[in-house]
């Protein structure tokens, strides 16, 4: 471990002083120092006290900060404002780079699907996690849908009744005016964009996008934000971090992702339109079938898409 992430996991349990510090990492007393300075400048305000060193009582949001108590393994790269974050997680991906969450303040060429548009002003949180899982190209929308119920978790923990629009969209449902707004308003959005050999994934990006102390004004229309769903802002730092650990924790376990991704589905038992590539499939969602297909009933049987843009109908409607 290097002295700036060994001296983050120590500020965890309490004041540490340099020396004892330098002592445990057998490096030198300067080396310490610089890490405390290094990471003053990064914003994580380390206060120095009788004691030794203290962490800040409410870290900022920048790397440091959400790395700080982050049970979960990956390193934080932060950006004050970025073109894309998932851009700069594939230039890193290039690089060799693996394990890296790229995190931006705001976006000013983010990117939803199809290359549509994708609006990031500051107050988002703007991620893209590249990771190198060891499956098959084939398995990469589970990515897309553990991304879907990390986002959906983080945002009910933030006190936001959010719920899962296939295959990626995180929605708020719980209106009276939900059939108005074709199923519910966006709150959250992801991108995954990956490289592979026949067999194996070489690189992954899973981008999210959420709208969290954003005003709804800021934003397209029919998108939310937490902000404005909750009345109060959202610890970004916080929100990040336990996306991030549950994140780590299903794709650690697959199996998990799929029965997760029903119970938050706004989309199962509805009729849908999806339109594809090759057309458009009206009918009820049944099920989501692995790696991430939804199932349709339609008038002509059960179909399975893959891919798509999935809008949820009024009951009496058949498109
Ligand atoms: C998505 O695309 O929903 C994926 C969005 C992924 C964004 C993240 S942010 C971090 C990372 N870096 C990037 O450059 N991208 C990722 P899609 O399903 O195609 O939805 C795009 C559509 O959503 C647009 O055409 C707009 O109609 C709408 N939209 C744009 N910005 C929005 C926002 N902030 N909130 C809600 N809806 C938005």
């Given at each position: ?17 340099g ?26 305000a380390v ?72 609006v ?34 983080a945002?009910?923990?933030?006190g ?17 005016a ?9 709150l ?14 070489s ?117």
């Open positions: 471990m290097d002295t700036r992430r060994a001296l983050l996991a120590a500020l965890e349990s309490g004041p540490v002083s020396p004892e510090l330098a002592a445990e990492l057998d490096v030198s007393r300067a080396a310490v120092w610089k890490a405390v300075e290094g990471l003053r400048e990064e914003g994580f206060e120095s006290t009788g004691e030794g060193y203290r962490a800040p009582a409410e870290p900022a949001y920048c790397a440091a900060g959400i790395e700080y108590g982050l049970d979960a393994p990956y390193t934080v790269e932060y950006h004050d404002r970025i073109a894309s974050t998932n851009d700069r997680a594939r230039t890193l991906a290039v690089a060799d780079r693996t394990d890296v969450a790229v995190v931006a303040d705001e976006q000013t060429g983010g990117r939803g699907r199809l290359d549509r548009e994708w990031a002003p500051s107050g988002g949180v703007w991620l893209s996690l590249l990771t190198r899982p060891m499956v098959a190209p084939a398995r990469a929308p589970q990515f897309t849908l553990a991304a879907a119920v990390a986002t959906a978790d945002c009910r923990e933030a936001v009744n959010a719920a899962i629009k296939w295959p990626n969209d995180v929605l708020v449902t719980d209106t009276a939900d059939d108005a707004d074709r199923g519910g308003r966006k959250a959005g992801v991108l995954t964009e990956m490289e592979g050999e026949a067999d194996r994934i690189w992954l990006v899973v981008g999210v996008g959420v709208n969290a102390n954003l005003d709804a004004a800021a934003l397209p229309a029919g998108a939310t934000s937490i902000r404005a769903e909750r009345g109060a802002e959202v610890d970004r730092r916080r929100f990040l971090a336990r996306l991030l650990e549950r994140y780590a924790d299903l794709a650690a376990d697959p199996d998990a992702i799929l029965p997760a991704w029903r119970e938050r589905a706004a989309t199962l038992g509805r009729r849908v339109r999806v339109e594809t590539a090759t057309g458009s499939v009206v009918g009820t969602a049944v099920d989501v079938d692995p790696p991430g297909a939804l199932v349709v009933e339609t008038a002509d049987g059960r179909v399975r898409v893959h891919a798509g843009d999935c809008e949820h109908l009024r009951d009496a409607e058949s498109g």
